[in-house]
Structure formats: C-alpha cells, structure tokens
C-alpha cells in the first residue's frame, strides 16, 4: 500500500526590501560617549651593557629583578605584568680588514597595567630613577568588558528605534516588527598617552638616588566611545495620497 504524501505548504517568499503589504524601514543609531579611563599602559625597557657576553647578562638580570620587585610590590594595584621581549646583541666595530666585538648590549621589556591611578605617577618616577631604564607610556584604555561600552550600544538601540518610529510617524503609521539588527562597530579612540610621556629618557648610568623620585602628577585622558548599529522594521502599510 501506497502512502499518500502530505502535502506541504508553499515557502513563503522573502523579500528583502519590502513590499507593498510589509514595507520595511532600516536605519542607523549612533553613540558617541566620553568616559574616564579604567586602566593605564606602561613599557619599561631595562638595558645592560658591557663589553663582556656575560657580564651584560648578569647585569641584566639583577636589573630585571630589581624592576620586578618593585612594581610587584604594588600588590593588587598591577592588573598584568608581562615580559615581552629579551635581546643580548653584539656590537661590533671594525679592527682592520675584520670586525671584532666591541661590547655586549642586552635588553628586557616589560608591558605592565595598572588600575590605581593613585600610585601611578609614584610608581613611573620610581622606575624612571633606575640606570638605565627606560619608560614609555602611560596609555590609557578602557577595560574590553568596560560597561561604558555597554552603555553606548544600548543607546544607539535607543536612537535607532527612535529614528524609524520618526519615519513612521512621518508616513502617520507605527512599526510593526523588527527584522534585524546590526552591530556595525563599538570601539574608542586611541589610546591616549600623558602629555610628559612621549618617551622618558634612560636614567643616568651612575648609582640610584640616595631617595625616591618624587612622584610625577599626570593627568588621565578621557576616552570616546563611539557605537553604531543598523535596524530594519517593518511598518503598518500607510496609506499614502
């Protein structure tokens, strides 16, 4: 015995644009925010020379732990502490027809966030006042999960709806139902950098001062946080004429 197929009904047609029946309005929202930053960005480049291989390294090491401890005794302060970079690199000269070894330069580079800016400006003239060490920085930034963020798409929602219920008043109709939404892009501007930091000079090569640097005042840059979305709604077909 034969079953009987059952039969199915018709696929409904999309139709992207509209028609006459669901005609569609799409629109942007748009946010621009300013908000205080939440983190700070600093590089420190600690260098050892010396024209003994191992001499430079050694050095660089006791100088690497010496700028570790310090900022790790900040505690909870420092977010993220991180070693980036290490180089130990000839220079050479030449002597002659051939090149010798004239001395050995080492580097270490250190990416550190910190969260208090209370302790910032004390914490860049302490490292700043050790030889040979080199600051970079602060940069300023917004946490990924910041709710600044949050708070700026929830407002381009807002002004995208707004806008389409401006449209639809226009034609003397309401919205019917939403048919998509986009995020075309939540971001912030560039991270912004302390005025005096362009970069910090190495230290002077000769021993540490008898006391610590006194703390450098810096002034944190306020971040734009810009949000847009795309928005299409149906409308009640109006009646036009």
Known sequence: ????????????????????????????????????????????????????????????????????????????????????????????????????????????????????????GELTARLADQELTRIDGPWWSLRPTSPHRAAARRQAVREALQRAREYAEALDTRLGALLELSDTGTHHGPLGRAAFAESMPYAAAAGGAEADAAPIDLEPVRQNVDAQVEASFTLIPPTLG
Request: a negative charge.
């Open 1 to 120: 015995m034969t079953e009987t197929p059952t039969p199915q009904p018709a696929p409904t047609t999309h139709h992207p644009y509209g028609t006459p029946d669901t005609p569609h309005v799409t629109v942007r929202g748009e946010a621009h925010l300013e908000a205080d930053p939440e983190i700070a960005h600093l590089t420190i480049t600690v260098t050892a020379r010396s024209t003994d291989r191992r001499a430079t390294l050694d050095d660089l090491t006791r100088r690497n732990t010496t700028t570790l401890d310090l900022i790790k005794s900040y505690g909870d302060t420092i977010e993220k502490l991180e070693t980036s970079t290490l180089t130990i690199n000839p220079e050479l000269t030449r002597h002659g027809r051939a090149e010798r070894i004239r001395s050995y330069h080492g580097h270490i580079q250190l990416t550190l966030t910190i969260n208090d800016f209370s302790t910032l």
